[in-house]
């Protein structure tokens, strides 16, 4: 490509599909430039995912970064100016490159927008993969698979913090941990080869209670923690919920799984209940849901859980063996509880992918 004198105008361009994830513990509470009160653990998911084209293209005559942005084939205002005061931030310090040049980016969701389903942990981290690649082509040099993905997950974690633990497969743990090595506060950590073969396939059908915008954002649920009176208990039972949660991803022990992953739902609709002021984001059917699903787990023995995200749509949680009954069940039963019927079925997956 050339410009106005003739001159070859050095562009490249790649592309990455990163897929949402599901915290197990909850990041919950912050600090500092989106640093973590406690440890989080999470499953990557596979079909709610983003998809993301970038082309750079140097430009010697500017300093500030240029960018077209297009979601879904369209211009979108909102996202485009949330994007560009990430790249303005991340020009400054993390891809200098940014500021000699003009970025296109052009993305896409598998699940549609409005489903309900946070779709800044999968942009953020596409976008994040997206740039720690194109840093390496303009600049020529490799690192190590390990160093590539803890600066994308530390470039995700300033986009949006949960974001930072979609850049492993399988699983990641998030937050300083004495017995993860390599853990920190600023970037999440694969668990992959920690985890045992049960979860590598676990399926995660995420029932759509509520498509609607949450009436409180979760930035505004973070910021609430600071004077939540159960603040402190509940950064101590984060940590100890993390050691007995990695012990029962090792060693496949689907009940102490289950536990943890209930308890750690309903801690964090409780926090939101007693924060100041209090908000309820749990609909009617979400409450059905979880006492149908305890219900079904007595009857049947079957290890079916629930976890919920800062919003009323319900995770349910279930080896792959089990995808026959606890269809039935969910069709017959769970459905008719569900906006339009709306579900996604996901499952537990392999992380992001280069796609161009
Ligand atoms: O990453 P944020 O700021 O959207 O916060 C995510 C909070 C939860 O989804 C409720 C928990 C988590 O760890 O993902």
Not at 30 to 52: D, I, W, Y
Not at 85 to 105: W, Y
Not at 151 to 175: E, H, M, T
Not at 262 to 280: F, K, Q, R, V
Request: aromatic share 8%.
């Amino acid at each position: 490509m050339s410009n106005s004198t003739g001159q070859r105008k050095n562009s490249f361009s790649t592309g990455w599909q990163c897929p949402s994830n599901i915290a197990l513990v909850k990041y919950w509470g912050k600090h500092g430039n989106q640093l973590p009160n406690n440890p989080s653990v999470s499953f990557t998911l596979s079909e709610a995912a983003t998809r993301t084209f970038v082309t750079w293209e140097e430009d010697l005559n500017t300093d500030s970064p240029g960018l077209s942005f297009l979601f879904d084939g369209k211009e979108n205002r909102a996202f485009e100016s949330r994007i560009r005061k990430f790249l303005d931030a991340m020009s400054v310090e993390h891809f200098p490159f940014l500021k000699f040049g003009h970025l296109s980016i052009e993305t896409s969701n598998s699940f549609p927008h409005s489903s309900g389903i946070a779709s800044s942990a999968s942009a953020m981290s596409a976008l994040s993969m997206a740039l720690c690649d194109l840093e390496l082509m303009i600049s020529g040099k490799s690192v190590s698979d390990v160093l590539f993905h803890r600066k994308a997950s530390v470039i995700s974690r300033l986009g949006s913090g949960s974001a930072c633990r979609s850049v492993y497969p399988v699983a990641a743990i998030w937050g300083q941990f004495a017995e993860v090595p390599g853990s920190s506060d600023e970037w999440a950590t694969g668990l992959e080869s920690g985890v045992h073969k049960v979860f590598h396939t676990f399926h995660d059908d995420i029932l759509i209670i509520s498509p609607e915008e949450k009436s409180v954002s979760s930035s505004a649920g973070h910021g609430l923690m600071e004077n939540n009176p159960y603040a402190p208990a509940r950064y101590v039972q984060a940590r100890a919920h993390t050691g007995k949660l990695l012990t029962a991803l090792r060693e496949g022990d689907l009940k102490a799984f289950g536990k943890i992953t209930e308890d750690e739902a309903l801690t964090l609709h409780a926090l939101m209940m007693c924060s100041d002021p209090s908000y309820i984001l749990m609909k009617e059917g979400s409450l059905s849901v979880i006492n149908l699903v305890r219900r079904f787990r007595s009857d049947t023995d079957i290890p079916l859980y629930f976890t919920l995200d800062a919003g009323p749509n319900v995770h349910l949680l279930y080896p792959e063996e089990f995808e026959e009954p606890v269809g039935q069940f969910i069709s017959s039963e769970l459905r008719p509880l569900c906006h339009e019927g709306r579900i996604i079925r996901d499952r537990v997956g392999p992380g992001p992918q280069k796609i161009a």
